[in-house]
């Protein structure tokens, strides 16, 4: 395919919003779980000082102590849906973007979570249905951490071939809910959130053109991070460390240099949210700096699939026509991706 070609299959995203739960877990929180957390130990060696969780901290304790289950937890409507978390992010995105969202039509609808409320229906149908939104047809892809990257390049493929014109992208993450409360070197590192954006294929005010995708995987590490059917959340921390830092730094580099882009060239810069001293090191060594570098793990935790896109949202206000942003996401499979923005601005 040639660059033209590419271009042409080029997808906008035209609205973007996210949602992040009220309740603030802070690094004492884990003090009362009774199992030898240090609140320091927290952050020095992942940068994180609290994560937003759709439980309440006295639903964690209850978790931790055996006096209730996440199924009860479930059942008595305590866990906000997949549903629910992208029609918020979807009010977000519409009232940003001044889009009426109860008319829009998005021919193509992708969904994603690592945390399903159920095996079926798709997600994406959910966030369909809870966001009003009309859908040409609606269906999940789901890569754990990498997912956006994935969806986008999903996108695009949609929009190549014929299939949609317009479309819209959902995820959020509940990791919160699927971590092992009496093991210190899990339950600290997660938060919970979401994202939702609407693609068309023509810029509209301000929106962000998908440049380029490319993702990968190495399947021979499918057992480094997991979540087994009923139990929590499991890695080789250490493994998924030196990992997660190689590949946030070669799938960036290997984007960036396909698509003619020197590090100066780049305005902002957005890695998978596992670990804040993991992303100062990947963002040091492609050569990124400190200003350009955009995370939010600090205070939201790894957020799965959600962390980089609602890291994004988070800072939609303050790009600038023309500008680039390169993100660079890796996790569970294992796999890893890259996706290169460019900010259009109608409305300047
Ligand atoms: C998970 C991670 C933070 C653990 O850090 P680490 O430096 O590897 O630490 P370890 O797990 O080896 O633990 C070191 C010690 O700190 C302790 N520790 C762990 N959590 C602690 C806490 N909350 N409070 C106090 N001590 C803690 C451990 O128990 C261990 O003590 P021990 O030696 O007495 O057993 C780190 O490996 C990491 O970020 N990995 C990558 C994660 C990632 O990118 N995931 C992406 C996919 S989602």
Redesign the pocket.
């Known amino acids: 395919m040639s660059a033209d070609q590419k271009r042409k299959s080029g997808i906008f995203l035209t609205a973007m919003g996210h949602y992040v739960p009220d309740n603030v877990l802070d690094n004492n929180f ?1 003090d009362s779980l009774d ?4 609140a320091q ?2 952050v020095d ?2 940068g994180i000082q609290e994560r937003r969780s759709v439980l309440r901290p006295e639903e964690i304790r209850a978790l931790r102590f055996g006096e209730t289950t996440r199924e009860d937890l479930i059942q008595a409507g305590r866990v906000m849906t997949f549903g629910q978390m992208g029609a918020k992010s979807w009010e977000l995105a519409m009232k940003r973007s001044g889009l009426e969202g109860g008319t829009l039509k998005a021919g193509a609808v992708i969904g994603g979570t690592s945390v399903p409320d159920s095996d079926i229906p798709s997600h994406a149908c959910y966030a369909a249905r809870d966001s009003n939104l009309k859908t040409g047809y609606a269906y999940d892809t789901n890569s ?2 990498s997912t956006f990257a994935v969806q986008i390049q999903t996108m695009r493929g949609a929009f190549a071939i014929g299939a949609a014109t317009t479309g819209a992208i959902f995820g959020a993450e509940r990791y919160t809910t699927r971590v092992d409360y009496s093991d ?3 339950c ?2 997660f938060g919970d959130s979401s994202y939702a954006t609407y693609v068309e294929d023509a810029p509209r005010g301000k929106c962000l053109e998908v440049i380029d995708t490319m993702i990968e995987s190495s399947p021979e590490g499918a057992d480094t ?1 997991r979540m087994l059917d009923g139990k929590s959340f499991e ?1 080789d ?2 493994a ?2 030196k990992f ?1 830092i190689l590949k946030t730094v070669s799938a960036a580099q290997a984007i960036m240099e396909r698509n003619g882009l020197a590090v100066d060239d780049v305005n902002w810069f957005i890695g ?1 949210q ?2 804040l ?2 992303l100062m090191s990947a963002s040091q060594r492609i050569g990124i700096a400190p200003e350009k570098h955009l995370h939010n793990v600090a205070f939201h935790g ?1 957020q ?1 699939g959600a962390g980089a896109p609602v890291t994004m949202s988070q800072n939609w206000d303050r790009y600038r026509h023309g500008e680039i942003i390169v993100m660079s996401v ?3 499979g294992l796999t890893w991706g890259s996706v290169v923005f460019k900010v259009h601005d109608g409305n300047r």
Request: glycine residues 16%.
């Open positions: 884990f199992i030898g957390s240090d130990w927290i060696r992942v754990a951490c210190r070197k899990g600290i590192l991070i890695q921390g250490q998924v460390q997660a998978h596992a670990n001293r993991m790894n799965g890796v996790g569970s």
